[in-house]
């Protein structure tokens, strides 16, 4: 399980990576390695760790992706527009160790990004990498694009009794729960997004938003950065179309669930999972939000 609070394991090389003869020699490292991926895909060996091959051949700057050093290896990214043997991540995140699932969101979330943003948004212009991958620059008017995540609330309702709200989508998992999530909006702040997101998705009235911590979760871009909050134990309201149900829990009432298979939960390896799982084990901090310090 990765740490997301922790320092990451990855050193982005932000000084140097501008230098391109500077990447070229990193990708002509004898130990430098890279990692294939497709859309929403990697490439994994038969006990489901990363497969990664030896750099070979020339380095393309619109193929390849410097990701950074990991102990002394360089590890770049590759997206050859050929996902013959490539697995959906999502169906090996929860084996993959934690250093490994960090640099396989980095590197499929960089190269989703590369092949949606081939063009300049300024001119319309044809746009080349720079930077090994962390940058495109258009060919005719030079302004330079950076990789985007979209951020995203999602949200753990707590009720006065310490039930948990879940909910689930229409065309989910048979069984699937979750908290609740949805996209920040611009010129919100993530507590307002969290207090409109809630409303419209199951209609309660909010207090005592609290961060709790966040997750990069590249299907394709998102950062999902995670709130508790506290809404009064009134019966949820779905929004049409969105939430096909919403139910609150006990924790007795949810391990039941859980072990008779009418509720999943989502992987592991996410932020939702971890929330719920936090509740679950009573360590989710539930305590008055009021007596909490925070920013002003
Ligand atoms: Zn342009």
Redesign the pocket.
């Known amino acids: 399980m990765i740490d997301w609070f922790a320092e990451s394991s990855l050193d982005r090389v932000a000084e140097q990576r501008g230098d391109p003869d500077w990447v070229r020699a990193a990708w002509s490292e004898t130990d430098a390695v890279v990692l294939r991926v497709g859309e929403l895909s990697v490439e994994v060996t038969a006990d489901a760790a990363l497969l990664v091959r030896p750099t070979a051949g020339a380095y393309d700057p619109d193929v390849h992706y410097l990701l950074g050093r990991i102990d002394g290896r360089w590890w770049f990214g590759a997206r050859d527009g050929d996902d013959a043997g490539l697995v959906l991540l999502r169906s090996v995140m929860d084996q993959l160790p934690a250093t490994e699932l960090e640099v396989a969101f980095t590197a499929m979330g960089l190269a989703a990004w590369h092949a949606g943003a081939r063009f300049?948004p300024?001119?319309g212009?044809a746009t080349e990498a720079v930077r090994g991958g962390q940058a495109r620059r258009?060919t005719?008017?030079g302004?330079d694009q950076f990789p985007r995540t979209d951020p995203a609330v999602i949200v753990a309702i707590v009720d006065p009794a310490g039930r948990l709200l879940l909910g689930r989508g229409p065309v989910w998992p048979a069984g699937r729960y979750s908290v609740f999530a949805g996209f920040v909006e611009m010129g919100e702040s993530l507590e307002q997004a969290v207090h409109r997101e809630m409303a419209e998705e199951v209609g309660l009235p909010l207090t005592g938003v609290t961060y709790l911590g966040s997750q990069p979760w590249p299907f394709p871009r998102s950062l999902m950065v995670g709130f508790l909050a506290h809404a009064p134990a009134a019966e949820p309201v779905p929004a049409e179309g969105e939430i096909e149900s919403a139910r609150w829990f006990t924790v007795d009432e949810l391990r039941a669930a859980m072990a008779s298979g009418e509720v999943v939960l989502p992987p592991h390896t996410s932020i939702a999972r971890r929330m719920v799982e936090a509740w679950l084990d009573g360590t989710l901090p539930t305590d008055d939000p009021h007596a909490r310090s925070r920013l002003t």
Request: hydrophobic share 25%; with cysteine.
């Open positions: 300049c300024v001119c212009a258009c005719r008017c302004t």
